[in-house]
């Protein structure tokens, strides 16, 4: 590794360790995770490139804080708690400005969580950044996609659509109030408290990160069953309901991704079981396929999108 490399990790991403799990952390070859007796290590990565996941021109505080948000956004939804994480980056040049506001936005989002970073790679090339994720669920306890069944209630964390919204305003779309979708697109909450809450009560559990009809639609399959959407009952903001008043573009709260709430099942037995803030937006059937109500006609998910066929 050569000097200015060391430097560049000992001064942006080298900080005391936060968990007693952490054994060892940056600065040997492997870094050291304890796991405790009774739980397993739920594990999930995910990489950004430069003009795929992310505008060239982004604040580095949004992608530090993004980047992280989504990853923790997958324990979220196994119901995992976070403990860890590693960190590649591959960058073209060494920009000091930019590392700083990067590792700002990483280390907010990764102190909210007691989060430590433990280890990583830094290399030289097309911006590329990808954080490998780790947290602890109790042996057995994790959610899962495929628990979904038949009658189980279809529910949703915070509000759909507003990354959605936040995206299109990127692309020039002019709304009269959409800070809070540029929020939400800029810098997603990972739902932790709630994926922990949920844990022994959800059946199927799954982040919305391609758009709320697509991660559903993943539960779907792998429980093999099928479900009705209530376009009403989904939640939306104000903002959102004006762009879709504007644009007649009904789809795009089911279709728009990067959200990152949790969509989860649950059986009626068990709703009042429920105590985070969350809103039922339809139910499990027997019947394959994902169908949505929207004004008295009903709709199939078809490739990306809903066709009416009533
Ligand atoms: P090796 O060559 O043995 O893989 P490196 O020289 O790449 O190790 O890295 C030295 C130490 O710095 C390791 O502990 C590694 O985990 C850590 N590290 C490298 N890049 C990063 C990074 N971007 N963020 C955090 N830790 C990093
Ligand atoms: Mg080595």
Sequence with gaps: MALAEFNLIKQFFTRPARRESTQLSVGDDCALLAVSEGFELAITVDTMVEGVHFFSDVDPRYLGHKLLAVNLSD?????????????????????????????????????????????????????????????????????????????????????????????????????????????????????????????????????????????????????LVGATLDYQKIPVSDAVVEYVRDTRDWCMPLIAGDDYELCFTVAPENIGKLNIACTCVGVIEQEQGLRLVHEGKVSDFIAGGFEHFS
């Design 75 to 223: 324990l979220a939804s196994m119901g995992a708690e976070p403990v860890a994480v590693t960190l590649a980056l591959t960058m073209p040049k060494v920009d000091a400005l930019w590392l700083h506001g990067f590792a700002q936005g990483l280390f907010a989002l990764a102190d909210k969580y007691a989060v430590d970073l433990i280890g990583g790679d830094t290399t030289s090339g097309p911006l590329t950044l990808t954080i490998q994720a780790m947290g602890l669920v109790p042996k057995g306890q994790a959610l899962r996609r495929s628990v979904a069944k038949v009658g189980d209630f279809i529910y949703v964390t915070g509000r759909i659509g507003d990354a959605g919204l936040g995206l299109k305003i990127k692309q020039g779309y002019t709304s009269s109030n959409g800070q809070q979708a540029l929020n939400q697109f800029n810098m997603p909450e990972p739902r932790i408290a709630e994926g922990l809450a949920i844990r022994s009560v959800a059946n199927a559990c799954v982040d919305i990160s391609d758009g709320l009809a697509a991660d559903l639609g993943h539960i779907l399959e792998k429980s």
